[in-house]
C-alpha cells in the first residue's frame, strides 16, 4: 500500500512540476521581485540624515564666525549651499525647500565672544520631516559643542574661565564614547534589505501559490483530480511541494543579492537564515492557499492580496523599527510571521545570535505554517466534497 | 459630450453592482491610509537602553537618573557579572557601560570617559540613540559645570513645530492611496471589457474613441473624488492636518490628479487586455513607483543618483509636493503652479497615449 501511494504523490508532484515549467508567469514571479524588491527597497528606502543643505546668514563677519561657519562645513552633517544677505531671504529658500536647514550668525557675535559673554547661534531647520529634523538638531548641538571646546584652542577659554565659581577645582566633564555595533558603518540598507526579504519570502510564496491553486478552480480540472484515487490532502500537498522548492531557489537568490550588492554579513550562519527563510515561505504557501479557499477567479486571488499584504508588510518592522508603532499596534506583530522573520535575520545575520535565543521566532513560524496549512486543506475538502 | 456622460453613468452602474470593486474604492484605501501613517514613523520612543554601573557612586546613581528622566529612553538596569553583549542579544538598544573610577574622577575633576554601545543594525534608530545620550550627557554636564558654553544654539522648528511624524506621513500616504486604487479600478474595468469581448462592440458602435475614453475617464474621477472624501475626513480627524494656507491649489491639483490617474489606468486596461496582466501593471506602476520614488517615506535626496533621475517621471513626486505644501508650508500657488501644471501634462500624456492606441481599432463608420 505505502509504495503505490507514494508513487501517486510523486506523480502529482511531477505533474505540478511541469505544469509550471509552462507557466511562464509563475517563473516571472520567482525571479523578478526578488532582484526587483531586494535591489529596489535596499538603495532606495535609506532615511540617512547627512549632507543637509545649509544657508548662512553672518551678520557678525569676524574671525570668529567665519571660523564657526567652517566647523559647520567640515562636519559631514551639514553642507554650507550660500550665503544669504537676511535671514527673511534665508527664511524663503528654506520654504521653498531649496534649502534643509538655515543658520543665522548675529551681529553681536564675535564682540560677545572677546568680551567673555556668552552668544546665541540662531538655527532654522525644516521640520516637516520629523525624523530628520531631530537628527539635524542632535548635529547642530553637536557641532556647536564641537566649536565650543575648539574655542580653547584659540584662547578664548580663559576669559570664560572667570565666570566659573570662585573655587580653584576645575569641574570635570563626563565624555561619552558610543560604539557602533554590528553595523559600524552604520549601513542603512541592512536595515531595510533583511526586513525586505521577509517581505518578499511571504507576499511572494503567497501570491504564487494563490495563484496556482485558483488556476486549477478556474480551469475547472479539480473535479478531474478528485475523480482520481488522489486524496484532497495529497493533492494539495503536491501542489505545495513544488512551489515551496521553487521558492527556495528565489531564498538563496534573494540572499545571494543580499551578500553581493549590499555586504550584509551572515555571522549566525547560512544554516539558520535558510531555515528560518524556508519556515518563512510555508507561512506564505499557508496563507495563499487560504486566500484561494475564498476567490474564484485569478483576478479575485490578486486583489484579496491587496486585502492581506499591506497589514502584513506594516505592521511589521520590516522597513521601520517596531519600536515605532503606537502601543496598542504592538501585540499584532506577534501574528505577522514577518515580524519573526525579520527579527530571526537580523538576529542571525547581523547580530550572530544563535538559536539559544531566536528559538520563540522560529516556533512561531512552524505554528503558522502548520495552521495556515492544515486550515486550507480542511476548507478545500469541504468544499470539493 | 451628452455620449462622454452616458459612458461615465454606464461605467459607474457597473462598478456599484461589483461589490469586490466597491469594498476596494471605499474600504481599502482609508485602511491603507490610517496603517500606513500610523506604523510608518521613524520615530522611537521607549528606546530600552541598559545600564551597568560599575561604580555605583552618588555620582554614578547621578547620571543613570539623567537617563531615567528621558521619556525617549527606556532605562533597564543591568547586573555586573554578566556581559552587555548578552543585553544587546535580548533586545537592548543600547548599552550604557559607567566604569569603576566614574565617581572619584568626579570628584577629582579629571574628565571621565562613559562607554555607549549601540545595537546599530537599525542604523537610522542607532543614530537617534546616539543623538539623545549626547544630549542627555551634555546637559548633565551643563547642570554640573556652572560655567557657562560660550556658544549656545537655539533651534527653530518650522513647518511642523511639534515634530509630529502623523503630519508629515498623512498627506504622503493619502497621495499612495489615491495613486493606487483609483488606476487599479479604471484598468480592471478596461481590460475587461477587452478580455470578455465586449470591447468589440465599442469598436463598432459610433461612439469614438475619444468621447469613449473621456467618460471613463470622468467615471473614475468621480470614483476617485468620492475617495478623497474619506481620506481627507480621516486627515483632518486622525492625523491633525489642517490647511496650512490657501486651500485652491489642493483643489485644483487633486482634480488634475484624480485625472492623471485615472488615465493612467485607462491607459493600461486599453493596453493589457487581461486583468491579471493590468494588475501587475498598475500595482507596479501606480503603487510600487510612487511608494519608493515620490519621497513619501524617505527624502528624495537620499536615493542614490543612478536611480534619482527616475523619480522625476513619478507623476506621485509632483502631488505629494502640493499636497506637503498646503498643509504644511502654505506657500500658495507661487510655490506648486509649476507641479500643477506637471501633474496636468502627465495626465494628458496618458490619455493620447490611450487614445492613439484604440483610435488604431475604430471602425470609420
Known amino acids: ?385 | 459630450m451628452r455620449r462622454i456622460l452616458v459612458q461615465a453613468c454606464k461605467e459607474l452602474a457597473q462598478l456599484v453592482r461589483d461589490r469586490l470593486a466597491l469594498a476596494m474604492t471605499l474600504v481599502l484605501p482609508v485602511m491603507i491610509v490610517f496603517l500606513v501613517g500610523t506604523s510608518f514613523k521613524l520615530t522611537v520612543s521607549g528606546l530600552p537602553i541598559v545600564v551597568q554601573d560599575l561604580d555605583g557612586s552618588t555620582a554614578s546613581r547621578g547620571l543613570i537618573d539623567a537617563f531615567r528622566a528621558s521619556i525617549t529612553l527606556h532605562v533597564v538596569a543591568w547586573p555586573v557579572e554578566k556581559s552587555p553583549e548578552d543585553a544587546l542579544q535580548q533586545g537592548a538598544l543600547a548599552v550604557l557601560i559607567i566604569p569603576v573610577h566614574f565617581g572619584r574622577d568626579i570628584l577629582r575633576g579629571s574628565d571621565t570617559p562613559v562607554q555607549l554601545l549601540v545595537d546599530a543594525s537599525d542604523s537610522n534608530t542607532a543614530r537617534l540613540m546616539s543623538g539623545y545620550a549626547g544630549g542627555i550627557v551634555r546637559a548633565y554636564n551643563a547642570a554640573n559645570t556652572p560655567a557657562l558654553q560660550p556658544v549656545q544654539a537655539s533651534i527653530r522648528l518650522w513647518f511642523n513645530p511639534g515634530l509630529s511624524d502623523k503630519k508629515y506621513l498623512g498627506p504622503g500616504v493619502f497621495v499612495l492611496a489615491l495613486s493606487m486604487f483609483t488606476p487599479l479600478l479604471a484598468a480592471l474595468a478596461m481590460a475587461k471589457e477587452g478580455q470578455r469581448g465586449t470591447i468589440q462592440q465599442v469598436y463598432v458602435s459610433s461612439i469614438p474613441a475619444h468621447e469613449y475614453l473621456l467618460g471613463n475617464i470622468l467615471a473614475f474621477m468621480v470614483v476617485g473624488a468620492a475617495e478623497c472624501v474619506p481620506l481627507l475626513t480621516l486627515l483632518f480627524t486622525y492625523f491633525g492636518v489642517r490647511f496650512a494656507g490657501d486651500p485652491l491649489p489642493f483643489l485644483v491639483a487633486t482634480v488634475l490628479y484624480v485625472f492623471c490617474v485615472g488615465s493612467f489606468g485607462v491607459m493600461v486596461g486599453v493596453a493589457i487586455p487581461n486583468q491579471v496582466g493590468a494588475i501587475s501593471v498598475v500595482a507596479l506602476g501606480g503603487y510600487l513607483l510612487v511608494f519608493l520614488l515620490s519621497g513619501l517615506l524617505f527624502p528624495i535626496a537620499n536615493i542614490p543618483s543612478g536611480i534619482r533621475w527616475i523619480s522625476n517621471f513619478v507623476w506621485g513626486k509632483y502631488y505629494i509636493q502640493v499636497v506637503r505644501d498646503a498643509f504644511l508650508q502654505g506657500g500658495g500657488w507661487a510655490s506648486t503652479w509649476r507641479e500643477i501644471l506637471t501633474i496636468g501634462g502627465f495626465g494628458s500624456l496618458f490619455y493620447l497615449t490611450a487614445w492613439g492606441s484604440m483610435r488604431r481599432m475604430q471602425l470609420k463608420g
Open chain 1, 1 to 385: 500500500m505505502q509504495g503505490i501511494g507514494n508513487t501517486r504523490f510523486l506523480a502529482l508532484i511531477r505533474k505540478e512540476f511541469s505544469q509550471i515549467r509552462r507557466d511562464r508567469q509563475v517563473t516571472l514571479s520567482l525571479i523578478v521581485p526578488p532582484v526587483l524588491m531586494v535591489l529596489l527597497f535596499g538603495s532606495v528606502l535609506n532615511p540617512t540624515v547627512s549632507n543637509l543643505q545649509l544657508g548662512v546668514v553672518d551678520y557678525s563677519r569676524t574671525p570668529e564666525s567665519r571660523e564657526l561657519i567652517a566647523t559647520l562645513s567640515e562636519s559631514e552633517s551639514f553642507e554650507v549651499a550660500g550665503n544669504y544677505l537676511s535671514t527673511g531671504q534665508l527664511g524663503d529658500e528654506i520654504s521653498h525647500g531649496n534649502l534643509e536647514a538655515g543658520v543665522v550668525i548675529p551681529y553681536e557675535f564675535g564682540r560677545d565672544l572677546q568680551r567673555g559673554k556668552p552668544a546665541t547661534v540662531q538655527f532654522l531647520l525644516n521640520a516637516m520631516d520629523a525624523n530628520t529634523a531631530r537628527i539635524a538638531q542632535a548635529y547642530a548641538e553637536n557641532v556647536i559643542a564641537t566649536y565650543n571646546s575648539g574655542l580653547g584652542n584659540s584662547g578664548l577659554n580663559a576669559v570664560f574661565k572667570p565666570i566659573a565659581a570662585a573655587g580653584a577645582r576645575h569641574r570635570s566633564q563626563v565624555l561619552l564614547f558610543p560604539a557602533f555595533l554590528f553595523n559600524p558603518g552604520l549601513v542603512a540598507s541592512w536595515f531595510v534589505v533583511t526586513g525586505v526579504f521577509g517581505m518578499l519570502c511571504i507576499l511572494n510564496a503567497s501570491i504564487v501559490s494563490a495563484a496556482a491553486m485558483v488556476k486549477e478552480r478556474e480551469a475547472g480540472t479539480f473535479e478531474q483530480l478528485m475523480m482520481s484515487p488522489a486524496g484532497t490532502s495529497s493533492i494539495i500537498v503536491a501542489k505545495i511541494v513544488p512551489l515551496f522548492l521553487l521558492l527556495c531557489v528565489m531564498v538563496v537568490s534573494a540572499v545571494a543579492l543580499m551578500r553581493l550588492v549590499f555586504h550584509v554579513p551572515v555571522r549566525g550562519g547560512y544554516l539558520l537564515v535558510m531555515l528560518g527563510a524556508a519556515l518563512c515561505v510555508l507561512c506564505g504557501i499557508g496563507i495563499g492557499t487560504f486566500v484561494a479557499t475564498f476567490t474564484k477567479t485569478a483576478a479575485q486571488a490578486q486583489l484579496a492580496s491587496f486585502f492581506v499584504n499591506p497589514p502584513l508588510s506594516t505592521l511589521s518592522g520590516a522597513l521601520t523599527p517596531v519600536q515605532a508603532l503606537p502601543a496598542w499596534l504592538r501585540p499584532l506583530t506577534n501574528v505577522n510571521p514577518i515580524y519573526h522573520f525579520g527579527i530571526i535575520a537580523r538576529g542571525s545575520m547581523l547580530r550572530g545570535s544563535g538559536l539559544d535565543t531566536l528559538w520563540p521566532h522560529f516556533l512561531a513560524l512552524l505554528a503558522f505554517a502548520l495552521v495556515l496549512v492544515s486550515l486550507s486543506v480542511w476548507r478545500f475538502r469541504k468544499q470539493l466534497s
